[in-house]
């Protein structure tokens, strides 16, 4: 039942957008579709904006009658961000997809928040630039930001927070804002950028980023290394850590994870944690990173480190982090399955994967492991047959102690996918009394609750 | 004049803290005290606090007298960030200066506020580790944190928003938080931590920091070339940073400076631009660096780039950054001076730098520049007699006019040093509506406004 707030707010906006404005169901499923096990649910119609003023005209309508609205990147988010619990209008970000401005002296660049990731890399690609952050899937620049993404490059090259230097924003109140100049660094009044970075779209909807671009390196070398255990594999990414080598990617496979890549690629890695890493930088640095690594690898482990500059063996030796996900989904054909994504620190890394490898077996469900390790992020992925509630409801209490272990050992319960709907009942525990002052920011920006109510916070 | 509720609040306060409350006139001048030409505003008492407990219940009395409250580190600010405009209590924090943990494993430390840069540096020499933010002062590190300092070393490890994973806080309501856990990256809720960075002490007190540590570098060269304008000069550093040399340090003294260095230190640099760089690595690594900026200054100037990596013969080729403030100073015997600190695309930098030359020469004032070009940000050093009412004046236009150059130019009217008092006309400027974002988040966390009133916003 659509309210009569919403019905009015939306009639107003279908006289303004025509037939970008759509109520047609399977418009409005897709805009409410996420990869998670989290229920669609529809918001009343979806519009298609073109630029900042007709965000700001969206806003404008929908706070005068309290018309709930969600931002729609390209539906990638992960736990029921662009969900409408209350109804409302999706707005649709992806045909404000321009790259507005390149500069290469200052090495940043002025998109437009339906940009993807991929897209700004092949804009980039002859001037010798890249933007670093690549969560898996080929996601908007804007729904990135909204949800603090990062990804396998982060250990390098941080996360959105650090690769946005400012924003455009349209807030609750449709006034427009831009929460930063061009400068590489500024001192002048709240951090309104990182603010906005990682609000899942209920602070402001963000309509324009002026992002961090990075030189592609002169040389890539990738390599992998095998260890006896979970453990070994965390030694060896501490010392590598501590020492200063500059790891660009720093990715681990637990066993499970490596079987179902050999079956799946083909491969005959040993079944055991498989550590792959990536260095950037010129041919001798990257040599000199590469030897390091295996010096400090030899010490953990008996398997010797097998590394190349070579693109296409470096790309046969990383094949199994490629595959990985269609690997895992394999292993139970039909299946459908879940990220988990805590984070904690490194120096208890070793102890919450294997723990949490304990768990799985214990609660007899399959979940290969994959993490950032780097960061002191990893993923489970546990899976199911859709139908089948009683292993659904095994990971539900699986993935229940996984974040609460995560919290328990000076981590998050979410190191990159964000809070969404998924866990809201983790932030509390994780954040306390903080959780109060996010709330008391959010009814001072958007008292009404227009802005993706339902998410972060609870109803 | 004291008011009766100010009054009353400091009489409880006096029967809790006893002797660690001060009124006494040189005290309370002392709290007041800061590097800049702004006046001073005394509080009415000074108040020492030992923990957190005993901010948190200072908060709390204030609030229910409505008696603003200055956070007070070692009063290095410079833009009046510890004046007591409308009186109250000064909370100094030097007492809580511990080093309360270091995670040699996971690259942090937790510390208390007044733990000051190089006490902390000292505290890590045995462990190989070190914090890379160095303001010119040895600041406090909770005065950094409210600041947003940054310093020499930004350009390769960025500013203090990007050496702290989470704070503890007291907020205006005396409620204590944690904006973070001790995990690498998070996506669970709005980013308190970056909030907090840079408010200046008007939105909560930082009573504890969990700070980035960094492997002490194996190598550290350290080299200097003088180039024939800056324009040249700032053109090899955006060649630099456009090849993704790591490099650590790149300051720059304009050909005023390197005079005044030429004077004050007995050296003989060409009196030309000056560029000194450090890069930090393997013994290999910073060679091949060194070697790769020798070739790009090539470019740009007829002069050699020296360098070395012998520590006393880097001391001696520095000698001239070292000195730069005192050398500076000495320029005008019982002169005092102001630091300005503008930031801008390093596209434009040269460009900025230019104009301020002609600026400083058309005023006539004497004015040496010193900048951290590799972040676009510069500092000039305009000086005058304390009683030259005359050449303050022109001085104050200057800084006005350089502010709006840098708003113009696509930049910040504040890099590193921060709003406080003296930029509160320019932050609206630079920011516009932003602001009001800003003051919606100020008066939703501190109603009463009693945290460090009349900062950053103006009464």
């Known amino acids: 039942m659509t309210s009569p707030n919403i019905e009015t707010a939306i009639n107003i906006l279908k006289q303004r957008f025509g037939d970008r404005l759509s109520m047609a169901a399977s418009v409005r499923q897709h805009h409410s579709h996420t990869t998670t096990q989290i229920s669609s649910e529809l918001p009343d119609a979806v519009v298609f904006a073109h630029s900042t003023e007709e965000v700001a005209a969206v806003v404008s309508i929908c706070q005068e009658y309290t018309c709930p609205i969600i931002p729609f990147g390209i539906g990638s988010s992960l736990e029921g961000h662009v969900n409408a619990p209350k109804g409302g209008v999706s707005i649709d970000m992806n045909a404000m997809d321009k790259v507005l401005a390149v500069h290469e002296e200052d090495l ?63 807030m609750a109140d449709g006034k427009v804002i831009r929460t930063g100049s061009r400068a590489k660094k500024s001192s002048a009044g709240y951090d309104l950028t990182r603010l906005l970075i990682g609000s899942e779209g209920t602070l402001g909807i963000i309509t324009e980023l002026t992002v961090k671009l990075h030189g592609i390196p002169e ?8 260890f006896p255990s979970i453990e070994a ?16 990617r720093m990715e681990l496979l637990d066993a499970v994870q490596v079987q179902a890549c050999n079956q799946y ?14 260095f950037h930088g010129t041919e001798s640095s990257v ?28 790309a046969k030796l990383w094949k199994a982090r490629h595959d990985a996900f269609w690997a ?16 904690v620190p490194i120096s208890r890394l070793a102890e919450c994967v294997e723990e949490t490898r304990r768990d799985i077996e214990a609660t007899g469900i399959i979940a290969p492991i994959v993490g950032h390790v780097g960061d002191g992020n990893f993923h489970t992925l546990p899976m199911a047959l859709p139908d089948d509630a009683e292993t659904w409801a095994k990971i539900k ?36 009394p903080a959780v109060d002052v996010m709330i008391a920011i959010k ?17």
């Open 219 to 226: 040389t890539i070398a990738g390599g992998i290394c095998s």
């Open 443 to 459: 009814k001072a920006l958007d008292h009404d609750d227009i802005l993706n109510p339902g998410k972060l916070f609870g109803a």
């Open 328 to 343: 895992a989904m394999a292993l139970l054909p039909g299946g459908q399955g879940i990220s988990t994504d805590v984070c």
């Open 265 to 278: 690629s083909g491969l005959d890695l040993p079944e055991e944690t498989l550590l792959l890493v990536e």
């Open 397 to 432: 209490g699986f993935s229940e102690r996984l974040s609460e272990r995560a919290i328990t050992m000076g981590g998050t319960c979410t190191g990159e996918h964000g809070i969404g709907q998924g866990k809201i009942a983790y932030l509390r525990k994780e954040m306390g």
């Open 108 to 170: 940043n660049a002025v998109v437009q928040p339906g940009v993807t990731r991929e897209a700004l890399n092949t804009h980039l690609r002859d001037k010798g630039l890249f933007f670093p952050i690549d969560p898996g899937a080929n996601a908007s620049l804007g729904g990135m930001a909204a949800t603090r993404a990062s990804g396998t490059n982060a250990v390098r090259y941080g996360t959105m927070k650090d690769n946005i230097i400012a924003l455009e924003a349209v």
């Open 287 to 314: 040599r000199e990173q590469s030897e390091m690594f295996g010096e400090i690898s030899s010490e953990y482990t008996p398997h010797s480190f097998q590394w190349t500059t070579d693109p296409e063996e470096r």
């Open 233 to 248: 594999a965390c030694n060896a990414v501490i010392t590598t850590i501590q020492y200063g080598i500059p790891v660009a």
